[in-house]
């Protein structure tokens, strides 16, 4: 009696992945399989020197397939699903090999980029700061939620904006080529503004409420 091999598949987190990530990928997909494939949208292509012409700046939609042994990568915007045609040793080891590179470019603060909840609790804090300013008729406190009231509603638009469209990045440059640092690192630049925003706020709320 023999066994047979059964599918095996995953969905991971969305990525933010280069170039160099889809090659490592394609790498490790020459070591194994015989064929490769690259679809992009509706656009097959022979190879990664190819997703440059696609004239894209970012891609949110990408799916590389191996045959013999059977393994796709389908990256989609709000999730990925890794599979296996056959779960045996040899295509078992590939797809852990792809699932720890694709690990490694999770979007780690995304989830506190698109918590709405926390968005709607430092909301609330700031227009409480905001009544609380105008019934002490403190212009600089007014000034201060103000701003904090306008920063709410950035991160808001923003991470709505992310989680609905942009969930999965893909750029078709090397990382050493991507944008200049202020774009490379806007999601942390966010999060750092909204940690201050929120650390602000209870300092100012705690301090309020203690005096």
């Given amino acids: 009696m023999k066994k047979v091999p059964q599918p ?3 969905r991971l987190k969305p990525v933010k992945i280069y170039l160099d990530d889809l090659e490592e990928i394609i790498d490790c997909l020459k070591n194994t399989c015989q064929e490769i494939e690259i679809q992009s949208g509706e656009n097959l292509l022979d190879d990664l ?3 440059p012409a696609l004239n ?3 891609l ?3 799916r590389i397939t191996g045959r013999k042994p059977y393994i796709s990568v389908d ?6 699903w890794l599979y296996i045609a056959e779960d045996i040793p040899k295509s078992r080891g590939l797809f852990e090999k792809i699932k720890a590179t694709l690990c490694r470019r999770r979007r780690l603060l995304a989830p506190l980029l698109h918590n709405s909840f926390l968005v709607g609790v430092s909301l609330s804090l700031t227009i409480w700061g905001l009544i609380i300013g105008l019934k002490m008729q403190s212009a600089f406190l007014v000034s201060l939620f103000g ?4 920063l709410c509603v950035f991160w808001g638009i923003y ?3 992310d989680q609905t469209q942009q969930y999965t990045v893909i750029i078709p440059k090397y990382r050493i080529e991507s944008p200049g640092f202020m774009k490379r690192n806007r ?3 966010i999060l750092a503004v909204i940690s201050a925003l929120i650390g602000a706020l209870m300092t100012y709320i705690l301090t309020y409420i203690l005096r």
């Fill in 60 to 62: 949110h939609d990408l």
């Fill in 159 to 161: 991470g709505f904006k």
């Fill in 147 to 150: 701003v904090f009231l306008l």
């Fill in 56 to 58: 894209k700046e970012v």
């Fill in 8 to 10: 095996h598949g995953k």
């Fill in 187 to 189: 999601d942390n630049i």
């Fill in 49 to 51: 020197d190819e997703l």
């Fill in 75 to 80: 990256m989609k915007p709000h999730q990925i």
